[in-house]
Antibody, heavy 121, light 107 residues
C-alpha cells in the first residue's frame, strides 16, 4: 500500500522558515515525480511545487517562487519543501502527492494526509 | 499561467439526481484535465484523468468529457457518499492550476 506521511508543519512567524518532509513507502519512489499541494483556510486546492523523478525538472507556483525550494532524496525515499520568507497567506494544510509517472505533467495519486503550517505573529 | 474556472461554485442536489460540473481553461489544454473529489478531513482523491478516463475503483456513475478548453464532470445518479467538493486541475503545463472547486451539498 502506498503511504505518504508528511511532517514538519507548525506555527511560524511571518518572515520565518520551515522545512516540510514527506516519507514515502509502498512504491518505488525514484520511479515517480512528486508534488506539494496546499489548501488554505476557506480556500481551494493550490499546486505549490513539483519535482521529476531525478530532480531534473522542477516547477513552482508564482506565489512561492523564490521563497520555497523543493527537493528529494531518492535513497531516503523522501520529499522536502524548504519554506522561507513565510507569509500569513502561506497558512495551509500542505499535502505530499505522488505523480503517476516519472516526468511531470500527469495526475496526482495518491495524496498524503497533510501537515498544517500556520504563519502568524 | 492557465486559469481554470469551474461552475457552479456550489450546488444543492438530492440523492438520485444527475448533476454536471463544468470546467473551462483559459487556453487549450488538449485533454490534460483531471478531476478530484475532496471530503472534509480526508485526502483528496482522483476520480477522472485525461478528461474522460475513470480511475480504477471509481464508480461508473462518474463520467468526464471534453477537450481543448471546455470540460464536464457528470454524476448520473447521486449517492450519499458523493456529497463533497470537486476540483478540476490542468496538467498541461506548470504551474498545474486547479479550479476553485464546486461544493456539492445535500438538498
Amino acid at each position: 500500500e502506498v503511504q505518504l506521511v508528511e511532517s514538519g508543519g507548525g506555527l511560524e512567524q511571518p518572515g520565518g522558515s520551515l522545512r516540510l518532509s514527506c516519507a514515502a513507502s509502498g512504491f518505488t519512489f525514484n520511479d515517480f515525480a512528486m508534488h506539494w499541494v496546499r489548501r488554505g483556510p476557506g480556500k481551494g486546492l493550490e499546486w505549490v511545487s513539483g519535482i521529476s523523478w531525478n530532480s531534473g525538472n522542477i516547477g513552482y507556483a508564482d506565489s512561492v517562487k523564490g521563497r520555497f525550494t523543493i527537493s528529494r532524496d531518492n535513497a531516503k525515499k523522501s520529499l522536502y519543501l524548504q519554506m522561507s520568507s513565510l507569509r500569513v497567506e502561506d497558512t495551509a494544510l500542505y499535502y505530499c502527492v505522488k505523480d503517476t509517472a516519472a516526468a511531470l505533467s500527469n495526475w496526482f495519486d495518491p495524496w498524503g494526509q497533510g501537515t498544517l503550517v500556520t504563519v502568524s505573529s | 499561467d492557465i486559469q481554470m474556472t469551474q461552475s457552479p461554485s456550489s450546488l444543492s442536489a438530492s440523492v438520485g439526481d444527475r448533476v454536471t460540473i463544468t470546467c473551462r481553461a483559459s487556453q487549450s489544454i488538449s485533454r490534460y484535465l483531471n478531476w478530484y473529489q475532496h471530503k472534509p478531513g480526508k485526502a483528496p482523491k482522483v476520480l477522472m484523468y485525461a478528461a474522460s478516463k475513470l480511475e480504477s475503483g471509481v464508480p461508473s456513475r462518474f463520467r468526464g468529457s471534453g477537450s481543448g478548453t471546455d470540460f464536464t464532470l457528470t454524476i448520473s445518479s447521486l449517492q450519499p457518499e458523493d456529497f463533497a467538493t470537486y476540483y478540476c486541475q490542468q496538467s498541461y503545463n506548470m504551474p498545474y492550476t486547479f479550479g476553485q472547486g464546486t461544493i456539492l451539498e445535500i438538498k
